[in-house]
Each structure stands twice: as C-alpha cells, then as structure tokens.
C-alpha cells in the first residue's frame, strides 16, 4: 500500500503563489509516477501535471504551463508542486495520486492507483 498526504493549500490572491507539498509513505518501489489533479466543484477531476519517480519526466496540462513547477526530493519521499500567477480558473481541490508500473502512462485518474485526500485551494480576486 501507498499513503498520499497533501498539505500547502489556502487562500490566495490572484496572481498569488502556492507551493504544495505530497509525502508519500508504504511501498514505494512499484511506482512509475506521481501526479497531481485538481477538482473544482461540478467538474471532473483532471491532471494538472506529473513527474516520474526516478526519472526526469515531467509532463503538465497546456492550462499551467510556465505557471506550474513539479519537483521532487526522493530522500523526503515527497513531491511539490509549486503554483505561481494564480487566478481564477486554479481554484480546486488538489490531490496528488501514484500510478506503478504495469499500469497506463496516460496522464488519466484512471491509470492513478493511490491517492491523497487533498488539499484546498482558494483565489480572491
């Protein structure tokens, strides 16, 4: 089993930043991948962007590009994702979610095995 725990997300004004942090935790040693999605209210959950786990992969949605910054410290078991000139179409719940290999490479929640609770994030205008 993986445990996902997201933490970093508030209330921010528009063109605020946000950095957002996932520890992962359990067996590790399958996992191809860790992502984050995002879900706002009456919208399906969506990628928001992606990095290998011992690679140098990154992939993000065309909407964060040159916004949005995922990293890693493998040492810490975590991942970020830091989140600059928000505005108005950010606002979501964030979730950070594993896929192993064995699985699809599609950035899709349905290649996605585990999964964090989220963590909010609000922009005011």
């Known amino acids: 089993q993986v445990q996902l725990v997201e933490s970093g997300g508030g209330l921010v004004q528009a063109g605020g930043a946000l950095r957002l942090s996932c520890v992962a935790s359990g067996r590790l040693f399958n996992t191809y991948a860790v992502g984050w999605f995002r879900q706002a209210p009456g919208k399906e959950r969506e990628f928001a962007a992606g990095?290998?786990?011992?690679?140098?992969?990154?992939d993000y949605v065309d909407s964060v590009k040159g916004r949005f910054t995922i990293s890693r410290d493998n040492a810490k078991n975590t991942v970020y994702l830091q989140m600059n000139s928000l505005h108005s179409e950010d606002p979501a719940v964030y979730y950070c979610?594993?896929?192993?290999?064995?699985?699809?490479?599609?950035?899709?929640?349905?290649?996605?095995?585990?999964w964090g609770q989220g963590t909010q994030v609000t922009v005011s205008s």
């Open positions: 979610a594993t896929t192993e290999y064995g699985t699809g490479t599609a950035p899709s929640p349905w290649n996605y095995t585990y």
């Open positions: 990095i290998s786990w011992r690679g140098r992969s990154t």
